[in-house]
T-cell receptor, first 116, second 114 residues
Framework: AQSVAQPEDQVNVAEGNPLTVKCTYSVSGNPYLFWYVQYPNRGLQFLLKYITGDNLVKGSYGFEAEFNKSQTSFHLKKPSALVSDSALYFCAVRDITAGGSYIPTFGRGTSLIVHP | SAVISQKPSRDICQRGTSLTIQCQVDSQVTMMFWYRQQPGQSLTLIATANQGSEATYESGFVIDKFPISRPNLTFSTLTVSNMSPEDSSIYLC???????????FGQGTRLTVV
């Protein structure tokens, strides 16, 4: 079984400050991890993924995330937030062990609000 | 990455009628999925659209209510049948080509049933 937890419904940050959106996961084997962003009235856009290799992955729009196996976390970060980063963010996991599914499990989403 | 065109982008429908949503991918993909999302909420998987065979439905979703077609590796449709106001939601098409690649999404169909 695979699951994802995004413990914060909403994150508020001032423009120019660093931001973190938290994600923890649970899989029976090894995970593929993903972050997506959704702007109002739009579909989900892919930001970044961890498949294997370096634990720090960099993605679109200056975002990055760090895979931490011991803490089963994959927090999304950005050094300096922009007002335009305000959106809904989803973490997703896929279990890649034998019999693992193509179907990702999504977290409930975290609304990021960046204040001017 | 592949691009998904989903239409219509929005519709307002009368209860008791049906709406078919189309999803066209610009390249062949292995897997296609249909999700439902309440605004600001997470995604709920309706079904996996299987090419050449019946879709695989998640618990709580049935073929009579949400018939799905996938005639080839680039196209799928979802029909919302005999609609009620409770079906008002955003419907999203998604596709995945390989297990180690990300899923990508259409822009969604915002359905309002009156």
């Amino acid at each position: 079984a695979q699951s994802v937890a995004q413990p914060e419904d909403q994150v508020n940050v001032a423009e120019g400050n660093p931001l973190t959106v938290k994600c923890t996961y649970s899989v029976s084997g090894n995970p593929y991890l993903f972050w997506y962003v959704q702007y109002p009235n739009r579909g989900l856009q892919f930001l970044l993924k961890y498949i294997t290799g370096d634990n720090l992955v960099k993605g679109s729009y200056g975002f990055e995330a760090e895979f931490n196996k011991s803490q089963t976390s994959f927090h999304l970060k950005k050094p300096s937030a922009l007002v335009s980063d305000s959106a809904l963010y989803f973490c997703a996991v896929r279990d890649i062990t034998a019999g693992g599914s193509y179907i990702p499990t999504f977290g409930r989403g975290t609304s990021l609000i960046v204040h001017p | 990455s592949a691009v998904i065109s989903q239409k219509p982008s929005r519709d307002i429908c009368q209860r008791g009628t049906s709406l078919t949503i189309q999803c066209q991918v610009d390249s062949q993909v292995t897997m296609m999925f249909w999700y439902r999302q309440q605004p600001g909420q997470s995604l709920t998987l309706i079904a996996t659209a299987n090419q050449g065979s019946e879709a695989t439905y998640e618990s709580g979703f049935v073929i009579d209510k949400f018939p799905i077609s996938r005639p080839n590796l680039t196209f799928s449709t979802l029909t919302v049948s005999n609609m009620s106001p409770e079906d008002s939601s955003i419907y999203l098409c998604s596709a995945v080509d390989r297990v180690d690649t990300e899923a990508f999404f259409g822009q969604g169909t915002r359905l309002t049933v009156v």
